[in-house]
């Protein structure tokens, strides 16, 4: 079982950036993929960005790339979404979830997901 914690949520002004980070338990943080989705009201959970076992391999939406940044610190067990340039598009809850196997972008094939932390970008 890997417990996902996000934190760094807030509220800023359009153009902005922020910082989210997911803290995972255990030690075996580094056998997982990791992924950050999110999901505005009324419409459907989608794939933000993802990170492989050590880094290697990253995948982001559209939608972000060029703005966003995903990393991971396997030591401290925790993953980082970096968000540049904000825009009201991009208000909605983000959460961070683990895999071990499968592909990164699909969210139902996610096993483990934290409670997610609130974004909200203003005009």
């Known amino acids: 079982q890997v417990q996902l914690v996000e934190s760094g949520g807030g509220l800023v002004q359009a153009g902005g950036s922020l910082r989210l980070s997911c803290a995972a338990s255990?030690?075996?943080?580094?056998?997982?993929?990791m992924g950050w989705f999110r999901q505005a009201p009324g419409k459907e959970r989608e794939f933000v960005a993802a990170?492989?076992?050590?880094?290697?391999?990253?995948y982001y939406a559209d939608s972000v790339k060029g703005r966003f940044t995903i990393s991971r610190d396997n030591a401290r067990n925790t993953v980082y979404l970096q968000m540049n340039s904000l825009q009201p598009e991009d208000t909605a809850v983000y959460y961070c979830?683990?895999?071990?196997?499968?592909?990164?972008?699909?969210?139902?094939?996610?096993?483990?997901w934290g409670q997610g932390t609130q974004v909200t970008v203003s005009s």
């Open positions: 255990g030690r075996t943080f580094s056998s997982y993929d």
């Open positions: 990170i492989g076992l050590i880094g290697g391999s990253l």
């Open positions: 979830a683990a895999k071990k196997y499968g592909p990164l972008t699909t969210a139902p094939l996610y096993d483990y």
